[in-house]
């Protein structure tokens, strides 16, 4: 009889931290990118979902063989298939949401943190990197209250995060049997309602915003109508155009009906570090609870939010004990508990790339980028105003213009936005307003150029003529 033979083994794949092995990995998704990049060649994939979703399925194989394949090779190819597939925010033409192009550096930033890979729910799994939060989450929620006393802030996954802690902090103040009423413009994001809804509160209460904003008259109608207690959510740059809510105007209101305030600038908070623009956030400080989203004006890897409060007290009400993570006894001792920092338990080190980036470029250096994409927003107004053909819906607040040919219905303004995406040659979001439907420009890319904007609109105006 012949003697069995055993197995052998494949071998032990390296880990992140052998820079041997890391940087010829590097070298392939680098390549990889250019490569699919170029093969796009162009902002969106052409085709429509069919034709991405085959090529994905043609490059992806078997996605669980039974044996793998060789690694460089298994990293290129679907790198090379995901940057051929994918919308591109670095690209002038790509323009529809607030999806930014990250900065090269936050990006090195957000590769350093998931080579080190520290979990942000205990001090010895993330020493520096929690004392890396605690610096830069103080120094920002000073920015946003620079005359409290106590400011604070939590790093979230983005604005719809963010909004829902604001939601259960208010929650939170008030004795059992006292429901919080949120009140909220026709306006502002749709996280309140789904945060409502997930945390047992009555729908929000909305009030009308004829002008695109928070109508101050109208809300004090409704603050008046209503009793117990009463959160208003105000916006500081809204999705669709880009507005900002009469904040003190609507702080002062809260302040006579006894209401919380708080506000979304998950779009707008970045014009805190603009000399120029800052003034448009006037009140922003008189909120209780204020939302920012870094990875929109401020050029970071998704994610990168932050939830600021006035007073670090009112994040008591996240306290949350697991013996393995935060005992008593290790917290007496001084460890710091990072468990009532978030409401998840395993997060990533996002506060990295921030503030990499705040170091490099300092609050001018960031300021210089909103500037650059606020002038941007303006010139493409210019352009539409000067094009016959074409009609602006009002001049920008923020980075948002919205537009569409003079003549066309909806259903065409539609189809125009269709044929842009399907033919790969721009991207373009869709806003209803004033009762029409709208394209759409998010202007994030500090690269974009006045020649880039013209050529967007002669898309749009070679897609009305067919």
């Known amino acids: 009889m012949c003697a069995a033979t055993t197995p052998t083994a494949p071998p032990t794949p390296p880990l992140a931290n052998d820079p041997t092995a890391l940087r010829p990995l590097l070298d392939t998704v680098l390549s990889a990118l250019h490569e699919g990049t170029a093969a796009r060649g162009g902002p969106l994939p052409p085709g429509g979902p069919d034709q991405v979703t085959a090529q994905l399925r043609d490059a992806l194989g078997d996605p669980l063989p039974p044996h793998g394949t060789d690694p460089t090779a298994a990293l290129h190819t679907l790198t090379r298939a995901l940057a051929a597939g994918a919308a591109d925010p670095a690209h002038p033409l790509c323009a529809a949401h607030l999806h930014t192009p990250p900065l090269a550096l936050a990006a090195a930033a ?3 943190a998931a080579v080190l890979n520290p979990s942000m729910d205990s001090w010895d799994q993330a020493p ?62 749709h996280s309140f309602h789904r ?12 009030v009308p915003t004829p002008n695109g904003t928070l109508d101050p008259v109208a809300l004090d109608e409704a603050l008046t109508d209503l009793h117990g ?20 105007e609507i702080a002062d209101l809260c302040d006579a009906h006894g209401a919380d305030l708080h506000i979304d600038a998950a779009y707008g908070g970045p014009l805190l570090f603009s000399d120029t623009h800052h003034p448009l956030l006037s009140g922003l400080d008189r909120a209780r609870t204020v939302t920012l989203d870094l990875h929109k004006l401020g050029w970071q890897p998704v994610a990168a939010g932050l939830l600021a409060v006035r007073d670090t007290h009112d994040l008591a009400a996240l306290a949350h004990t697991a013996d393995y993570l935060n005992a008593t006894d290790d917290t007496e001792a001084g460890l710091p508990d990072l468990l009532g920092r978030s409401l998840r338990t395993t997060r990533r080190p ?17 300021g210089a980028l909103v500037d650059q994409v606020h002038a ?5 107004a210019d352009l539409v105003d000067k094009t016959p053909g074409l009609q602006l819906y009002e001049r920008p607040t923020l980075t948002t213009v919205l537009f569409r040919p003079s003549d066309a219905d909806d259903s065409t303004v539609a189809t125009i936005r269709r044929t842009l995406l399907a033919e790969g040659r721009a991207v373009l979001g869709r806003a209803h307003e004033d009762g029409r439907l709208w394209l759409k420009a998010t202007l994030l890319n500090p690269h974009t150029t006045p020649d880039d904007l013209q050529h967007l609109l002669n898309l749009v105006e070679g897609s009305t003529d067919r």
């Open 110 to 112: 957000d590769l350093a």
């Open 128 to 189: 520096a990197a929690s004392a890396l939060e605690a610096l830069v989450t103080e120094a920002l929620a000073a920015t946003v209250y620079p005359h409290a006393a106590t400011p604070d802030a939590l790093v979230t996954t983005g604005g719809t995060e963010a909004n829902q802690l604001a939601l259960l902090l208010a929650r939170e103040r008030h004795h059992p049997g006292h429901t919080v009423q949120t009140v909220v413009g026709a306006n502002a994001h």
């Open 195 to 206: 945060a409502a809804w997930l945390l047992g509160l009555p729908e929000p209460v909305t």
């Open 229 to 248: 207690p009463l959160l208003v959510a105000a916006t500081a740059g809204t999705t669709d155009t880009g507005r900002i809510d009469p904040l003190p």
């Open 350 to 366: 996002d506060i990295l790339k921030i503030a990499v980036t705040l170091r490099a470029l300092g609050r001018s250096g960031l």
């Open 376 to 380: 941007l927003a303006q010139h493409l």
